[in-house]
């Protein structure tokens, strides 16, 4: 059986900006990511001296187990009802507990989200789910954790809201509304059919004077629509030549997959350090002659300024070289906090309504 139904609240938050969105159902490396996160965080909620190598899954756990209050959290539980005539449609809620009032708490965490996209339809599903004939009138919390910002989004509401809305969102899927461009083209099974991204790149293909009368963030909403849909043919290009032997040809057209050149390796630190003293470098000229002129070698600081070594290489070596340690991953990750300082990433440009 599939771990998702196809009418699960995994879905909601896609079809409640588009309800002609059908998921690829492709594994990338930010999903794999995201479920090992998970698998993390759910045994974290059950093992309370288990400590998850994802800082994501860490702040998650941390964050509800305080909430909690001591309540008893059950992970990874499935809850199945029937909404809009469907019986049988599931889903499984990260984490759920009963505060001392009584009231229900639905938490599910989004590893790498920003916290720019609204995941309170699959929460408000999970309760509708759950709901009985006597939860009706009774109040229920959700809570979003939006695991890249290490920030919480709550809503208080009540199961019978939760039911109402999620037939809505469930009700617009068999509707004739027309998709929208929005963030989950990418992985959307209709992007190559779908009119409002092909319509986007006959707009941009074309240069018309509409195009040219949009203003920057339409345009940009346009470029975004065509981005996605050739990034999904780009991708299903290098799948079909890598199965096909490294290359694809039609039409007289041919694709082949090249390799880029690698950066090149320092063969040995120590010896590049070793140069440093009384340094002498060769100069040539266009007429083939040669000379050796004297040059001002690097201070170790500065050395070590050019050199690159990231927590998550050192973290993986070390781990490598201690194969049957009784260390885990989590233990290197708090021994390598020691030797480097967090920095702000660059800024990051997304569409956010």
């Given at each position: 059986m599939s771990s998702h139904h196809e009418l699960g609240p995994s879905r909601y938050p896609a079809w409640t900006v588009c309800p002609r969105y059908r998921s690829d159902d492709r594994d990338t490396p930010e999903s794999s990511a995201g479920t090992d996160a998970h698998a993390e965080l759910a045994k974290a909620l059950t093992d309370g001296e288990y400590i998850p190598s994802s800082l994501a899954a860490r702040w998650a756990a941390d964050w509800i187990l305080s909430e909690a209050k001591g309540a008893e959290v059950h992970s990874e539980t499935k809850v199945t009802?029937?909404?809009?005539?469907?019986?049988?449609?599931?889903?499984?809620?990260?984490?759920?507990?009963?505060?001392?009032?009584?009231?229900?708490?639905?938490?599910?965490?989004?590893?790498?989200?920003?916290?720019?996209?609204?995941?309170?339809?699959?929460?408000?599903?999970?309760?509708?789910?759950?709901?009985?004939?006597?939860?009706?009138?009774?109040?229920?919390?959700?809570?979003?954790?939006?695991?890249?910002?290490?920030?919480?989004?709550?809503?208080?509401?009540?199961?019978?809201?939760?039911?109402?809305?999620?037939?809505?969102?469930?009700?617009?899927?068999?509707?004739?509304?027309?998709?929208?461009?929005?963030?989950?083209?990418?992985?959307?099974?209709?992007?190559?059919?779908?009119?409002?991204?092909?319509?986007?790149?006959?707009?941009?293909?074309?240069?018309?004077?509409?195009?040219?009368?949009?203003?920057?963030?339409?345009?940009?909403?346009?470029?975004?629509?065509?981005?996605?849909?050739?990034?999904?043919?780009?991708?299903?290009?290098?799948k079909e030549a890598q199965e096909n032997g490294g290359f694809i040809e039609q039409d007289g057209i041919r694709y082949e997959m090249k390799p880029w050149a690698g950066p090149s390796k320092c063969r040995d630190i120590g010896e590049v350090a070793g140069a440093m003293d009384n340094l002498w470098v060769d100069k040539s000229s266009r007429k083939g002659d040669s000379c050796s002129i004297h040059a001002n070698g690097l201070t170790s600081e500065k050395l070590l300024a050019t050199c690159t070594l990231s927590k998550t290489a050192l973290v993986a070596a070390m781990k490598d070289a201690n194969p049957e340690s009784k260390l885990t991953k989590a233990d290197w990750e708090r021994w390598a906090d020691r030797f480097f300082d967090k920095t702000e990433g660059a800024p990051h440009f997304v569409r956010v309504k």
């Open positions: 009802g029937t909404l809009d005539g469907v019986s049988g449609i599931f889903g499984t809620v990260d984490a759920m507990w009963t505060d001392a009032d009584g009231v229900l708490h639905i938490a599910d965490f989004k590893t790498f989200s920003d916290g720019t996209a609204d995941y309170m339809p699959q929460l408000r599903g999970y309760a509708a789910l759950h709901a009985t004939e006597a939860d009706l009138g009774k109040v229920v919390v959700l809570h979003v954790l939006h695991g890249m910002a290490c920030r919480v989004e709550d809503e208080r509401t009540t199961f019978a809201d939760c039911i109402d809305r999620t037939k809505a969102v469930l009700e617009s899927v068999n509707s004739n509304k027309p998709a929208q461009l929005c963030k989950y083209c990418t992985f959307c099974a209709n992007i190559k059919e779908c009119p409002m991204t092909n319509n986007a790149l006959t707009t941009v293909s074309e240069n018309t004077p509409a195009f040219s009368n949009l203003s920057t963030c339409q345009k940009l909403v346009v470029l975004d629509a065509v981005d996605k849909l050739s990034k999904t043919i780009r991708e299903q290009a290098k």
